[in-house]
């Protein structure tokens, strides 16, 4: 009989442990994505972050940097705010992993929610991506078909308190308050409640208005969260005499059951492992701290292309930051690191959806352009680039950087990579020897 409890247990608890790291997943991701944003202004940042709402389950989505500026997809810039820089009594400067915060009821919907963050870094802004959803969305998850609407099932936390509540009116009610007057059969209230206290799973029985009750618990693994269960003892006797009579179709029922989840298992686990060996792929090829593809999967991609059209008029044009050791030297790493940063989105934003654009080492970038014929255009492009690159310092100023840039055109006599890069950096020295800041061919 018990057996039943254990199943359902293990069952609902497991769902649970799995929606959690999902969204610990997706927000961790969204954070990292996003990271690579091009933000001037604040509604940059809440664009992001509306666009990141209308494609997720969330209530609401919040940006909060270190010092408590709080940016939501609601209301757009919020203020600042003490309280928003701690996150279950955590400086979101310390954060440096997924958290959840605490359940909290939201007037307005009349609904519990509860947050999953990630830190995250918005133009030069470090901070928090927070994401609301719905405390109720797990009961959804809680599945008591195994024993019936007999079961009650819930989430609680360590102290007891209601957390799967839909409303103010059962949120945070206290399951030990309510159970102080109940006679226990099996274990007792203060051996329940140290189990609660000491993270440890249990059954216990007690007996209300002669009907007897199993009440079975086990933690989450999160949040001090607590799975917990109760149901009648006679409404598990009667399944257990449903088992019984119909042992045989049951079990073969059961069989084939199995039979099928182990299949639609295997099935999401292949799915999984693709999409994890898709995602690791993936990273594998890109440059960790622009966001655009590193140099062996550039020169990987340029080969292709060259390999299968060796007539196309295809072009490469090879960037270098003028004087970027100066600029490491006197405004440090940190910043030459966003000045790179800033030059790969000058560049996506030019050239991305006309070609390939990588960054083969240091301060040197490629655009691989597909179709070069027309160089008064690729010309005007460039040197208009090279006009206004700049980018905001820790003061708040623009500062202009300058580049300089080399391009040569595949044909027979450059179809490889390595030929048509060795003339694009020849250009490109060129451009360097006659006072930077220039186009060279």
Known sequence: MLSQIEALQDSSTEAIQNEMDHLKYITASTAQVISHAKIQT????????????ETSDIVWTYFITLDGHVY????????????????????????TDTVFSRPYYVEKLDEVVWGVGAPTTLGKRRGILLSAYKVSNFSLLLDNNLIGESAGLGIV??????ISGRTSADYMINIFDTMKDTKFLKSSMKEMQADFENGKPGISMYSVRGVKRYCSYTPVGENDWYFIMTVRESALR????????????LTVKLVIIMVCIFFVIIANWLVEQKRTRKILEDAARMDGLTGIYNRKAIEENIEGSLSAGK???AAL???DIDDFKKINDQKGHLFGDYVLQECANSLKESFGSEGLIGRIGGDEFVVFLYDGTDMGKIEER????????????EEGERQMVFISVGIAHAGEEADSFRKL???????????????KAKLSE
């Open 317 to 319: 044009l090879v960037i």
């Open 382 to 393: 460039v040197n208009n680039l090279i006009r206004n690159f700049n980018v905001l310092t």
């Open 238 to 249: 009667q399944k257990l005499v449903n088992f019984e009579q119909y042992g045989f179709q």
């Open 42 to 53: 604040d509604e940059d940042i809440i664009q992001i972050l509306k666009e990141y709402a």
């Open 421 to 435: 890069y060795k003339k694009a950096d020849d250009a490109l020295y060129r451009a360097k020897q006659t006072g």
């Open 72 to 95: 939501t997809n609601y209301t757009g810039y919020a203020g600042q705010y003490e309280e928003a820089t701690v996150i279950n009594d955590i400086p979101i400067s310390n954060i």
């Open 311 to 313: 007539n196309s008029p």
């Open 157 to 162: 936390n360590n102290q007891g308190d209601v």
